[in-house]
């Protein structure tokens, strides 16, 4: 059997951060939007809004697991992003910067809904994901997308934030590890653990 | 699994960052090993049905509800004066976004009815319908209270985009005033199965809906009218196929 050794097309490059898309002159396009939205210009503010609030309003349907909270902390995420242009030296793509902005944002609020409601996320352990990749396989028909959904909102919180953001919004392993602050590793591992469980969620 | 060898290999096949040698003795080992072979077609799959997710798109209201914040705060700019007739561009943002925080309170109010403590208890719940199980006058009086919330920031969109709809071109006016008779039906038969069934937490939901349709569509029309005004036509086209 032939193994794939690309990812496809639509992953090679990053959906969001913009890598790859001529980064020079991207770079310097950000960079004078955020010196326009620094001088309080909120047309600048809107086009920034308009260019990423999709991409980030997907990624907290898919972490919070409902459109209510997810249009909550999306406006949360856009007035501390606007609070903290300051700090944008352009060092990280804008996209990688609001994306790291945007997950501590749902991450805390993740812990926190749990913690209000007691219903606290364990990791994976190693006999759930051995037995994830062992047994009978998925069935032939295509994934639907409800079911991904459904099997997204069952993962942990940590597997299923670095999941969504290599396998969803296509960001490489580094920029996952420098979004959520870990080893590059543990962003392959968690990924990977993420798939394993969702193969035994799907499998139901 | 009873293979559990090539599970590195594998996954790292699914990365794509497989090495050519790793690869080759992949290859040869899912020609001979059923159970890899079938927990890499699979977790491929689940790569490629995940990248095909669609991006969705942020409600329509998110944004005013931003800038409403953001002006409310003191940190952008007065927006450009750009006059169109009797009210500016700014003048329109500063009034739906002031409307969207009364339109905030008064969902603010709604959660009290599903936590709220039951002294004593409501008239019987309909069948297969929820019943909040608090009296009937404190309910009512919540009701009411966000209902006025409701009307004021329906009566402040009214006014705004009633005095401007002339901009808007006659087909499309009178799909908006189609639109909008349609919602205000739902919203009287939801007000009277309210009046008959005040413990109904699933009436006074679908009733708050409808208000809540009411909102963004007046939202919308204030929005497509600004749009028309600065001659964006795009926008313009985006928000007749939202309203209609």
Redesign the interface.
């Known amino acids: 059997m032939p193994v794939t050794g690309q990812r496809g097309a639509s992953m090679a490059t990053s959906k969001l951060t913009g890598q790859g898309s001529v980064p020079g002159e991207t770079r310097a396009a950000e960079l004078r939007l955020v010196e326009r939205c620094r001088n309080g210009e909120l047309g600048a503010f809107e086009e920034l809004y308009r260019q990423h609030s999709g991409r980030l309003f997907s990624l907290a349907v898919r972490m919070l697991g409902n459109q209510a909270d997810a249009e909550d902390q999306l406006q949360e995420i856009f007035l501390s992003a606007h609070r903290k242009l300051e700090s944008f030296r352009g060092e990280a793509a804008l996209g990688t910067w609001l994306y790291r902005l945007a997950m501590n944002q749902l991450l805390d609020y993740v812990r926190s809904r749990a913690a209000r409601t007691g219903q606290l996320t364990d990791g994976l352990d190693d006999a759930t994901v051995l037995a994830d990749a062992s047994g009978h396989r998925l069935a032939d028909r295509a994934i639907e997308r409800i079911d991904l959904e459904r099997a997204l909102t069952e993962l942990p919180d940590g597997c299923r934030a670095a999941f969504l953001l290599h396998d969803v919004e296509g960001l490489e392993h580094k920029e996952v590890s420098d979004v959520l602050g870990i080893a590059e590793g543990t962003s392959k591992s968690q990924v990977h653990k993420a798939r394993l469980r969702l193969r035994g969620l799907l499998r139901r | 699994?009873?293979c559990?060898r090539y599970?590195n290999s594998i996954?790292e096949?699914?990365?794509?960052t497989?090495g050519?040698i790793r690869?080759a003795e992949?290859?040869l080992h899912?020609?001979t090993c059923d159970?890899c072979?079938?927990?890499?077609?699979?977790?491929?799959?689940?790569?490629?049905?995940?990248?095909?997710?669609?991006?969705?798109?942020?409600?329509d209201g998110?944004?005013l509800?931003?800038?409403g914040?953001?002006?409310q705060e003191g940190?952008?700019?007065p927006?450009?004066a750009v006059v169109t007739g009797r009210r500016s561009y700014g003048t329109w943002l500063a009034a739906a976004a002031a409307v969207i925080l009364m339109v905030a309170s008064a969902w603010f109010v709604l959660p009290r009815f599903a936590s709220a403590p039951a002294p004593q208890t409501a008239s019987a719940p309909a069948p297969g319908n929820a019943a909040d199980t608090r009296t009937v006058e404190s309910v009512q009086n919540d009701v009411a209270v966000a209902q006025q919330q409701f009307e004021k920031a329906i009566a402040e969109l009214e006014k705004v985009a009633k005095s401007n709809q002339q901009a808007l071109d006659p087909e499309t006016s009178a799909t908006i005033d189609k639109n909008l008779g349609i919602i205000d039906q739902a919203i009287a038969d939801n007000r009277v199965a309210v009046a008959q069934e005040p413990s109904s937490v699933a009436a006074r939901e679908t009733l708050f809906q409808a208000l809540r349709s009411k909102v963004t569509l007046l939202q919308n029309t204030i929005a497509l009218i600004n749009e028309m005004r600065k001659g964006n036509n795009a926008a313009a086209a985006q928000l007749v196929n939202k309203s209609s």
């Open positions: 699994m009873a559990t599970l996954q096949a699914v990365d794509g497989i050519s690869r992949l290859e899912v020609d159970d072979r079938g927990l890499l077609e699979d977790l491929q799959r689940i790569r490629d049905a995940s990248a095909a997710l669609p991006v969705l798109d942020a409600p998110a944004w509800q931003i800038a914040r953001l002006r940190r952008v700019a927006a450009p």
